[in-house]
């Protein structure tokens, strides 16, 4: 059952899987090119690719962007919620709304690590892969990378544990739209920024940083013949080597893109400024 949004404080629609229901936002005219499916990064929804659906929609493209089980307008799901639990709505998800065409995944972020499993498990109808500024799963085990994961890690379950408070509703007007959303879209960042559930459910996400990477690792890399385009934020200031690991996808494919962006940051790559580059890798992908 697919049913239409009727609460006016966010866009989409609610598609029930299994007894619970998750938040999708669809763009763009169906045709015979591949969908194009968002992977939001840790904290979250579907509300950061707005942007890119709303510039994707004017060029005659369909997309889909969703929030992941207990994030934004979701209901949660089991425990635990890593790359397989979450790979398995995703594929309940498409599976609810019909749809049949191959498709085109673009992760942000820790997105990058879920679209390893999900990619992996999906190879068959997945026609490229668009990584921005994205995790990879061997981050993990690259020391300086372990220590920042572990630091968000330890940050973002304090914020999950005390969220219940509400000090997250005056927070969220302030720096809860970091990407440079528009009208709608915007408010409702702000609005999912500031929601309890969203913190607990993100906070679980991000525990099982680990447990998801070496999930995607023991799929494999993704095959060579398969295009995938990198983009990455330059103001990000990586070292060399956590670089090179942003950019192996790409590299190790034989239609490979990278692009780095200069003067883009972590967040704002998605929105008003810098959303065009990361339509040029979805581009290339799709030629590809």
């Known amino acids: 059952m697919v049913e239409r949004a009727g609460n006016r404080d966010y866009r989409g629609e609610q598609v029930e899987i299994g007894g619970r229901r998750l938040r999708a936002v669809r763009a763009g005219t169906p045709s015979d090119a591949p969908l194009i499916v968002f992977e ?4 979250g929804c579907a509300a950061d690719w707005a942007v890119v659906q709303t510039r994707l929609a004017e060029q005659g493209l369909a997309s889909l962007a969703y929030d992941r ?25 498409l599976t609810r709304l019909g749809v049949r065409a191959p498709l085109l995944m673009v992760g942000h972020s820790m997105g990058g690590i879920l679209l390893r499993v999900f990619v992996g498990r999906n ?14 799963s061997e981050a993990i085990e690259n020391p300086a990378a372990a220590r920042a994961i ?30 440079g959303l528009e009208g709608e879209a915007s408010r409702e960042k702000r609005r999912i920024y500031g929601l309890s559930s969203h913190a607990k459910w993100s906070a679980e996400e991000v525990a ?35 670089k090179s690991l942003q950019a192996e996808p790409a590299r190790a494919s034989n239609r490979g893109y990278e692009a780095h962006i200069a003067g883009a940051g972590h967040a704002n790559l998605l929105g008003r400024k810098f959303a065009d580059p990361v339509i040029d890798g979805i581009r290339h992908v799709l030629n590809a």
């Not at 939001?40 to 904290?43: E, I, K, L, M, T």
Request: hydrophobic share 45%; aromatic share 8%.
């Open 40 to 43: 939001c990064g840790a904290f």
């Open 69 to 93: 089980a207990g994030l934004g307008y979701s209901d949660p799901g089991p425990s635990p919620r890593d790359g397989h639990a979450i790979a398995d709505d995703l594929e309940a998800l």
């Open 208 to 242: 099982n940083w680990r447990a998801t990477s070496s999930q995607g690792r023991d799929i494999g890399p993704y095959p060579p013949d398969l295009p995938v385009a990198v983009v990455t934020a330059g103001a990000v200031p990586l070292s060399p080597g956590m």
């Open 123 to 136: 190879i068959d109808r997945v026609a490229g892969l668009v990584l921005v500024d994205a995790v990879t």
């Open 150 to 179: 572990a630091a968000f890690q330890g940050a973002l379950n304090l914020v999950g544990r005390w969220s219940g408070l509400g000090f997250m509703r005056p927070v969220s007007w302030v720096v809860g739209d970091k990407i």
